[in-house]
């Protein structure tokens, strides 16, 4: 046997083994995790936990001050006569209300549409034999980040459909399904465009920089700048970790790939006119919106951030994937009638059996959570925290993302968040000298990275249902696990920029520098 050959051997053994060290700690997240009982349990048993916790901390007699309104704020024992009759009156209420379930099951309608005509399927076919390989995981991570404009639509479309696209590619579904997933979530602290959650963080950020600056004025742009090279940023490590990382370690995909024969004649047409279609209800939107006292806009104010079309986005949704979903199916014969139409919309509603159990016991511990106040308990002392921390300049403001990554993994809404946050961080940071941006910035960075990893993100159940869809033993542990190299990197990479844009004095945004005038 040859020396040539035995080192070649050597070498391969070698990478085998550095890359099982590498990944032995995920694989042991994952082997942990999945041990765990099912989603739908654990939520039940964290339903129960907060509870048992809400009677402990409420005898200890723990409170907090709310730093927006000055009251006190204390727990609230769920074990009280009064907090049971809550626990039993509210059930209902808590899974109907649940802000993730009306947006999954009316975007659904629409995709259910589009899907059983086959629209997704010839649209996936097409983009298969027609994107460049090599920028499709790119691609898809710029696509979750521009979903932020659509508000949490993201979370219901973009991600199963990464997965799909990854299977069509003969590439491992949940790779996708991450891929997405990172620039959705783990991205939701950047934008190339204005989205939805800018007016909301800078109002706050406002009503707190009045304390010390009464006449100080903040836009939703202040923090562009810094944004759109962040999306650019996340796009290129997102697409690194899920091809260096995470595909790896997925390894090969055992299911059934969706498989893509050549498009059709008639398929070409039916996407031809579906297309126009879509044209055509983006111009009727656009119509409806973009003039001056156009019928949905705001009818007091004008305004388009805070209107009837910006409310019922997902509305738009439903259209935007009915419409064509119609006119394809009525080209290719796969609709009929009607009664096909409804048929469609009935299959896409049975493929969510499993997502209603999870959302219900989920929605019954994060409401229990909610009522209790022991998240905005954390949330507040873990805030308090960091101020007794005598740091100044970069490493307060690394500091400052590190808490709030913390602190997300316990509270998912960033507007509740920031609401506690604002009003004692930046009146702080700005007798410090630096402007009300740079402390929203490294508040939405830190409140970015964890969202992959933390079961308190409102959608994290449904990404748990839709990884079961190729991997019936996939859990908690197995999203955890893979989301965690995106988690990772995406700190490393955004303390980084983070870093550089202080250190150069770099604008963050429309009118607003590092530091105050």
């Given at each position: ?13 070698k ?27 654990l ?8 509870v ?25 024992n ?10 039993f ?20 309608i629409?995709?259910?549409?589009a ?11 097409h ?19 521009l ?26 579904p ?7 997933f990172?620039?959705?979530s ?52 997102g697409t ?7 595909e ?36 009727l939107?656009?119509?409806?919106t ?7 806009r ?9 209107s009837?079309f ?34 469609y919309m ?60 913390f ?16 009003p004692?961080?930046?009146?702080m940071f ?6 009300p ?17 933390t ?23 197995t ?26 004095g ?12």
């Amino acid at each position: 046997m040859s020396k040539s050959f035995l080192r070649k051997i050597f070498k391969r053994k070698k990478k085998i083994n550095e890359r099982s060290l590498s990944l032995r700690i995920l694989d042991g997240i994952e082997k942990v995790g999945n041990k765990l009982p099912h989603p739908a349990t654990l939520f039940a048993l964290c339903a129960l936990g907060t509870v048992i916790l809400s009677f402990i901390i409420n005898k200890l007699g723990i409170t907090a001050i709310h730093p927006g309104t000055g009251k006190e704020i204390a727990i609230v024992n769920l074990l009280s006569p009064e907090g049971f009759r809550y626990m039993f009156s509210s059930a209902t209420d808590n899974f109907v209300k649940f802000p993730p379930l009306g947006i999954v099951i009316v975007a659904m309608i629409g995709i259910g549409v589009a899907e059983g005509s086959g629209l997704i399927t010839a649209s996936i076919k097409h983009m298969v034999t027609a994107a460049p390989k090599r920028l499709v995981t790119a691609t898809i991570v710029a696509a979750g980040i521009l979903s932020h404009l659509a508000s949490s639509v993201g979370y219901v479309v973009l991600i199963p459909l990464g997965a799909l696209v990854f299977a069509g590619f003969k590439r491992h579904p949940i790779a996708g399904l991450a891929a997405a997933f990172c620039g959705v979530s783990a991205g939701f602290g950047a934008n190339f465009l204005i989205g939805s959650i800018d007016p909301i963080l800078a109002g706050l950020s406002e009503s707190a920089a009045n304390i010390i600056d009464p006449a100080m004025k903040l836009t939703p742009a202040i923090n562009i700048y810094f944004m759109v090279i962040s999306a650019i940023m996340i796009t290129i490590v997102g697409t690194w970790v899920t091809e260096k990382f995470v595909e790896p370690r997925l390894g090969e995909y055992h299911g059934e790939f969706e498989t893509f024969e050549k498009i059709q004649p008639i398929e070409k047409k039916g996407l031809k006119w579906a297309g126009i279609s879509v044209l055509l209800t983006i111009i009727l939107f656009l119509f409806l919106t973009v003039p001056e006292n156009a019928i949905l806009r705001d009818p007091e104010t004008n305004s388009l951030l805070k209107s009837p079309f910006m409310s019922g986005l997902i509305t738009a949704i439903l259209i935007v994937f009915f419409i064509p979903g119609l006119v394809y199916g009525s080209i290719v014969g796969s609709i009929k009638n009607d009664k096909d139409v409804v048929k469609y919309m009935i299959e896409s509603m049975k493929n969510l059996s499993s997502y209603l159990i999870l959302v219900f016991f989920a929605a019954q511990f994060v409401y229990y959570f909610k009522e209790s106040n022991i998240g905005v308990l954390i949330a507040i002392k873990g805030a308090e925290l960091l101020t007794t921390v005598g740091f100044t300049g970069i490493g307060l403001f690394l500091a400052f993302v590190i808490v709030s990554a913390f602190i997300n993994m316990f509270m998912g809404s960033a507007s509740a968040k920031w609401a506690i946050m604002a009003p004692i961080f930046i009146p702080m940071f700005m007798i410090l000298g630096y402007h009300p941006a740079l402390t929203q910035v490294a508040f939405r960075i830190g409140d970015s990275v964890t969202n992959v990893i933390t079961p308190m993100m409102s959608y994290f159940a449904l990404i748990v249902a839709f990884a079961q869809k190729y991997d019936k033993n996939a859990g908690i542990g197995t999203i955890i696990a893979t989301m965690l190299p995106y988690t990772f990197f995406l700190t490393i990479a955004w303390l980084i920029l983070l870093i550089i844009w202080m250190a150069f004095g770099i604008p963050l945004g429309i009118d607003a520098p590092i530091h105050l005038p």
